[in-house]
């Protein structure tokens, strides 16, 4: 999406230069046509002294009648910049950007924007330009991107919000989060990220492996819980991930631990197995908060996984994963506009510290710098 907003803003840049280019070489011949016309219609000095000095004129009045000349030539030179000033300025108007626009909602949407989201930032960014008056000198580049970030900023703080997860979570113990989320999208690393975050915040947390289907999915689990030295409840594979959640929470309560986190099965979203699977897990653990793991590469993908979890089941707030290696940014945008949830962490690496809280100004930053 950078690249598509650069391309923007160079071809605009461009085409204002060309522009002003031809503006100063017309101003240039019109002052050469107006010297050429007033020089013309002076008449010589010669002639004029003929008519209107005696032979017996003093030397005074000859220095005065020079001085008046002079002082009227300076004043002539000085309106005609003020005349002509206004070519050194260049209003753009609807027609200097209708093509680039056009080009740049192409590449909008194939960087994952959806439809939605692209009709409103070439709204905001056409309403911005259109009707403004830079000069050569503006800097045309700060002109778009603050366009950009304006209307960037509004699109992803429509469903913000500034949660407080850590200081929530004490509020009721234990406080049990539940995370869904298709294969490969990164929810078991997530999960280990979002345990990282809470010690880090001074909560005691528990694991449950509710993902009995997934070969070695409990493994890559305890791996995990024994580096960060949380416990993990496991169960059978094929077992009944309902009651590993029920478990874990039992476990909570008798040990005093805040916080619960539970792992789900990551199958296809399609998958109607999966999803009375994972309804069943919410009736029994009756859970705080629901969050869904995305993506943020799968493109429109994430947006019909976020509206099939959202009909069928229901969450509360979205972890986006992998943004360190989403060079579009389309996702979080499409997301942050048309759900109505709230993107609340991004994942920017591998490291357990790299899951960020969401904030709407650094991400439009990120997407235009």
Known sequence: MKK???????????????EGDNANQLNVRRETEERASEQSQVPSEAKAQDFTVEQGETKEKQEKSQGQRSLEETESKEIKPGILGFLRY????????????EELRVELLEDDVSLEVTDKILDDLRKELVGKKISRKENLEDLVKNSLKKSLREILSKN??????????????PFVIVFFGVNGVGKTTTIAKFAYLLKKNGLSVIIAASDTFRAAAQEQLAYHASKLEVPLVRG?????????AFDAIQSAK?????VVLIDTAGRMH????????????VRIAKPNMKILVLDSLAGNDALAQAEYFEKNIGYDAVILTKVDADAKGGVALSLAYKLGKPVIFVGMGQDYDSLIKFNPDWFADRLVS
């Open 236 to 244: 059978k594979y094929g077992g009944d991930p309902a009651s590993v």
């Open 4 to 18: 598509a907003f650069s391309s923007f803003t160079e071809k605009l840049s461009r085409k204002v230069e060309t």
């Open 90 to 101: 260049k209003e753009i108007k609807e027609d200097d950007i209708l093509d680039l626009i």
């Open 270 to 281: 399609t998958d109607k197995d999966l999803t009375e699977e994972l309804r069943r897990v």
């Open 160 to 173: 913000y919000s500034n949660i407080d997860i850590f200081q929530i979570s004490k509020d009721k113990k």
């Open 254 to 258: 008798s040990r005093n631990i805040d």
